[in-house]
């Protein structure tokens, strides 16, 4: 490879968490070479808008024996995942997604 190239490899984050990276992955492997970081960046803001979730480039540690310049990453949103573990809880305690929500009977013990 020329000096002057930026190596970008794609962590597995980045595929799962962004499914234009997902299909990129499975299309051209998850080393990318570019002429510089700023064309790596471009790159990522693109995936980023064809997969509505964002990926970055992040450098590589220096302490990596990779010879990856960086890394696409990614990340889900903390949010999102507990939102949608209420919404199980809550479809749950209401018997279903039919909306109707379960009613406890009480039985009067006077009598």
Known sequence: MPDAAFVVDIKPSARRTNGAVGTLVNRRGTRHVFSSRDDAEMWASGLSSRGDVAVWIRSAD?????????????RRTRESILAGAYDKRRRRMRGGDDGEQVVFETFDREG
């Open 62 to 74: 220096p302490r990596d024996e990779s010879d990856a310049d960086a890394y696409l990453v990614g």
